[in-house]
């Protein structure tokens, strides 16, 4: 189960082939929507948006504040 409410959850079991399981929270890119696998073992800060107030995806460092809720609100106008 998760520790933080907006995160999900991913577990690799793969104990009938090699007998290894990975298992690891998930947070959801508040811009694109891409899941993204919080390792423990990584090393670097993740991206945060002080606009949004929600974590994001590298592929979404550098780029304008846009919620992915704003787009569809937007896209239904």
């Known amino acids: ?5 907006r995160l999900g ?3 690799i079991d793969h ?4 007998g290894s ?4 929270d998930t947070s959801t890119c508040s811009h694109c929507q891409r899941v993204v696998v919080l390792r423990a073992d990584r ?3 993740r991206a945060y948006c ?3 107030d929600h974590y ?3 592929g979404c460092v550098g780029r304008p504040c846009t919620p992915f809720a704003r787009i569809l609100e937007n ?3």
């Open 1 to 5: 189960m998760p520790a933080h409410p």
């Open 43 to 45: 090393t670097r800060a």
């Open 9 to 11: 959850n991913l577990l």
């Open 75 to 77: 896209f239904n106008g």
């Open 56 to 58: 994001i995806c590298d």
């Open 15 to 18: 104990r009938a082939y090699d």
């Open 50 to 52: 002080a606009k949004c």
């Open 21 to 24: 399981v990975f298992e690891a």
